[in-house]
T-cell receptor, first 113, second 115 residues
Framework: DQQVKQNSPSLSVQEGRISILNCDYT??????FLWYKKYPAEGPTFLIS?????DKNEDGRFTVFLNKSAKHLSLHIVPSQPGDSAVYFC????????????FGSGTKLNVKP | EAGVTQFPSHSVIEKGQTVTLRCDPI?????LYWYRRVMGKEIKFLLH????????ESGMPNNRFLAERTGGTYSTLKVQPAELEDSGVYFC?????????????FGQGTRLTVV
C-alpha cells in the first residue's frame, strides 16, 4: 500500500502563473519530506525539503508547505517557467531510516509558454 | 565531480534470462540505494547498503533479486531469472552519512524490459 500519494498525475499551467503540486501521506512517523524533479531519461534531482518541525520552507521560486494535521504537503512554484516542465515526485522518510524514501507516483507538470 | 552512473541505460531481455545492472556511486559516498519505478507508478525502495553491508533489504521483491556491493564501491543488482513484472526503471542513489539535510543523488536509471 502506498504511504505517499500524489493524486494528480498531470498539471498544466501558463508561464508566469503559480503551479501548485499536492501530496498526501498516511504514515505519521514521517519526519522529513522532499520534492524531487525528474526530466525524461534522467534520474530524479533534489529540489527542496522540509522537516516535520516546520510548516514552510522557501528556496527562490519554490516553496514547500507542510500541514501535519492533514498529512498534506504542497509545492508552490512562482512564477512558473517552461523549464519547470518535468515530473515532480513527493517523498518522505523517517528519522530512524533517513534515506529510505517513500515516493509518490509523480505529477507531470507542463508549463505552457 | 562525477555523479551516480548506471549501466546499461537500457536492457531488453527475454523472460527467464539473467540481467545484471551496475551502479557507480559518487566517490566517498558510503550509502548506496536501489529503487525501482514500475509502469509510471511510484518509485519504490529496494535496498540500502552502507559500504559493503546490506543495511536494509526490506524492499527486495523476492529471491530472484540479488544485490552486491563488493569492497564498498560499485554495486550490482542481478535479476535471475527475469520475469515480465520485473520490467521498469531501476534507479541507484548514493549519499554521505544519512542525516538531516543530506541529499541523495540519483543516477539516470536503467530501463529494463522483460519480453
Amino acid at each position: 500500500d502506498q504511504q505517499v500519494k500524489q493524486n494528480s498525475p498531470s498539471l498544466s499551467v501558463q508561464e508566469g502563473r503559480i503551479s501548485i503540486l499536492n501530496c498526501d501521506y498516511t504514515n505519521s512517523m514521517f519526519d522529513y519530506f522532499l520534492w524531487y524533479k525528474k526530466y525524461p531519461a534522467e534520474g530524479p534531482t533534489f529540489l527542496i525539503s522540509i522537516s516535520s518541525i516546520k510548516d514552510k520552507n522557501e528556496d527562490g521560486r519554490f516553496t514547500v508547505f507542510l500541514n501535519k494535521s492533514a498529512k498534506h504537503l504542497s509545492l508552490h512554484i512562482v512564477p512558473s517557467q517552461p523549464g519547470d516542465s518535468a515530473v515532480y515526485f513527493c517523498a518522505a522518510s523517517t528519522l530512524y531510516n533517513f534515506n529510505k524514501f517513500y515516493f509518490g507516483s509523480g505529477t507531470k507538470l507542463n508549463v505552457k509558454p | 565531480e562525477a555523479g551516480v552512473t548506471q549501466f546499461p541505460s537500457h536492457s531488453v531481455i527475454e523472460k527467464g534470462q539473467t540481467v545484471t545492472l551496475r551502479c557507480d556511486p559518487i566517490s566517498g559516498h558510503d550509502n548506496l540505494y536501489w529503487y525501482r519505478r514500475v509502469m509510471g507508478k511510484e518509485i519504490k525502495f529496494l535496498l540500502h547498503f552502507v559500504k559493503e553491508s546490506k543495511q536494509d533489504e526490506s524492499g527486495m521483491p523476492n529471491n530472484r533479486f540479488l544485490a552486491e556491493r563488493t569492497g564498498g564501491t560499485y554495486s550490482t543488482l542481478k535479476v535471475q531469472p527475469a520475469e515480465l513484472e520485473d520490467s521498469g526503471v531501476y534507479f541507484c542513489a548514493s549519499s554521505q552519512a544519512p542525516g538531516w539535510g543530506t541529499e541523495a543523488f540519483f543516477g539516470q536509471g536503467t530501463r529494463l524490459t522483460v519480453v
